[in-house]
């Protein structure tokens, strides 16, 4: 199967963090360990929402070197397309789920002599667990995290406590505090990376600001999930498998490819990772990315298509599957 | 004799001023000067004010590079006598850089590798470090048998300079080590080995 053999786990504890937050232990149901991962990982969950299937990627936050259970923290977004909602009205405590195995598409850079994180709301999560191996293995760290109100900070008090007010920072919209990038960016010692994870708005302002402060490319990170955007409804050929497929209103491309039967490519269904990059063998019409793999050139070409997160609007779209 | 097509042999993308740097440093040795020199109309006096120019002109002393870099105006110029003390000074500067520090490195492909061991040392990636290959092909060749680098390789084979076996030159690199690796020709038939060939004027 696409996105490699699923981990059958329990729910053993659900716990509210925030306000929207609630925080999921899984542990597998064989007993055995759960795999190792790296700070920065996220696993699939799949739910099984009334015998439609869907699949989230979330950021892993227990310690990476803890085997006995993984642990993520789950928003319940206000424009939820049903999974942070299904995660947070009907998963309890006892409830069988699948997850994947861990996939890490945000690894720190361990050659670096610093980092620098930024994190915005919910974009906290990897930091949590990398921070979790910085500490562990002795580099040097800072975390600066942005939240819209007290009551929407999750662990804001933990960080603070564990890592030191000279570690950790936090900053709050609804007093008025900002993130001083510019600031920031100007005084780090050579050798530093940065990592920023949060909204959209937030990860496009500190990569540019990263950029004008002279700051090389190479050293700066972000991991952004995006979800499949609504749009109109259209059909796709299917050329390998014969197959034609409707995808609906407020389906992804792979999930209308799924729900028919066919097993296509994927590992972070966020438009990040370039697992489900897919040969357009006929467009007749206007292919709209909207992920953050391909190169503008390759968007260009439109001879490649994202299933997770782009959609097609036009006559005709035939793909190699 | 040269072994080609491997993937680890380094490229150089030439100098290209980064406008947005807050500091630039030069690390320039020889004909490496020139790298610099030809890009004179990328530098403003913005530019000029945030740069620092650490040069060892090598088998260029006597050609006037180290006025012509002077007469740039940079806000610092330091000539040095030798590649070992222009490392020292780069290690000193490197030590203190923020962060939209950018660093350009020019000369012979030796030079660069041992300026960019520094870099790494600092926590800088290889990528973004600018570097431009001027002057002699010669090559920084480790023995991969007895581990001795030998300086300015021209031929190849050509006899260790530490242990003196026959070496063939590879083009697999070490960035570790900031040499091209060399292996012994005629470990089976010693004696066998080919006439060196003059590869790397």
């Excluded at chain 1, 890490?104 to 994190?119: C, E, S, V, Y």
């Amino acid at each position: 199967m696409s996105g490699g053999t699923e981990i059958p786990v329990r729910v053993t504890k659900v716990t509210p963090v925030a306000h929207r937050i609630k925080r999921f232990r899984f542990e597998r149901l064989d007993g055995r360990p759960m795999p190792y991962f790296s700070g920065g990982a996220h696993v699939i969950v799949s739910m099984n929402d009334n015998g439609h299937l869907r699949r989230n990627a979330y950021s892993l936050m227990s310690p990476p070197y803890d085997c006995s259970a993984y642990e993520i923290s789950v928003l319940h977004v206000d424009d939820s397309r049903g999974g942070s909602s299904f995660m947070h009205e009907k998963v309890r405590e006892g409830d069988e789920m699948r997850v994947s195995h861990p996939v890490n598409l945000f690894q720190p850079d361990w050659r670096g002599r610093k980092h620098l994180l930024i994190a915005g709301g919910i974009g906290i999560t990897p930091f949590i667990a990398m921070m979790e191996q910085f500490s562990r293995e002795g580099a040097q760290f800072e975390l600066h995290y942005a939240i819209r109100s007290r009551d929407r900070g999750a662990y804001c008090e933990d960080l603070v406590a564990h890592y030191g007010r000279h570690r950790v920072k936090i900053y709050c919209d609804a007093e008025d505090n900002r993130i001083p990038v510019a600031r920031l960016l100007d005084s780090q010692p050579l050798g530093t990376h940065l990592y920023v994870c949060g909204p959209a708005g937030l990860i496009d302002g500190v990569l540019k600001s990263g950029l004008e402060s002279g700051w090389p490319e190479q050293n700066l990170h972000s991991e952004r999930f995006l979800s499949s955007q609504p749009g109109k409804p259209f059909s796709i050929e299917l050329t390998r498998s014969g197959k034609t497929v409707h995808v609906g209103h407020h389906e992804s491309m792979l999930e209308a490819i799924e729900s028919a039967g066919v097993d296509a490519p994927f590992l972070c269904r966020g438009g990040a990772c370039g697992q489900c990059e897919t040969r357009v063998a006929l467009c007749d019409g206007k292919l709209l990315h909207n992920d953050v793999y391909l190169t503008d050139e390759e968007k260009a070409s439109g001879r490649k298509v994202m299933l997770c997160v782009s959609r097609f609007e036009g006559k005709a779209l035939h793909l190699d599957l | 004799m040269l072994v080609e097509g491997i993937k680890s042999r380094p490229v150089y993308m030439g100098l290209s001023i980064q406008p947005r740097a807050r500091r630039h440093i030069f690390a320039l040795e020889g004909e490496g000067a020139h790298a610099l020199l030809d890009r004179k109309a990328a530098l403003d006096s913005t530019a000029l004010s945030r740069s620092e120019i650490l040069y060892a002109p090598r088998g260029s002393q006597g050609k006037g590079n180290d006025e012509a870099l002077r007469a740039l105006g940079a806000d610092m110029f330091f000539a040095a006598p030798t590649i070992a003390t222009l490392l020292f000074r780069l290690r000193g500067t490197l030590t203190t850089a923020h962060m939209g520090t950018r660093l350009y490195i020019a000369g012979t492909e030796g030079f660069i590798g041992q300026a960019m061991i520094v870099a790494l040392d600092h926590g800088m990636d290889h990528a973004s470090v600018i570097t431009e290959h001027r002057g002699s092909l010669a090559r920084r060749v480790q023995c991969v048998h007895c581990k001795g680098v030998t300086e300015d390789v021209t031929h190849s084979p050509f006899p260790c300079g530490h242990c003196g076996l026959p070496l063939l030159v590879r083009d697999h690199y070490s960035r570790r080590l900031g040499a091209f690796q060399g292996v012994n020709i005629d470990a089976e038939e010693p004696g066998s080995a080919p006439d060196p060939e003059e590869l790397f004027l």
